[in-house]
């Protein structure tokens, strides 16, 4: 498995998962149920979530919430936040 994003909150994490499950890719989300005992902000490792996916499935994950993101966001991410 292939680290795609960490979300900035919960709202972002269910969005991108099922976008995820929608286009039937594969994925893990590490940390996902301890993460979320402690809200606000993200401190690895004790509340930050991570996607993961398969490394086949990769550049197609990436792709689809990259695109995503900047479509809700009306802004493209900085570069190496989701991919």
Sequence with gaps: MTKLLIPRDENELVLL???LEGNRI???VQ???FGGLYPGLNIFPFNERVI???EADFDRAS???RDFL???QG???Q???AG
């Design 17 to 19: 998962t099922s976008l």
């Design 26 to 28: 594969d994925f893990l």
């Design 31 to 33: 940390n996902e149920y």
């Design 52 to 54: 993961l996916v398969a």
């Design 63 to 65: 792709l689809l919430t």
């Design 70 to 72: 900047d479509s809700i």
């Design 75 to 77: 802004e493209p991410r």
């Design 79 to 81: 570069e190496g936040q």
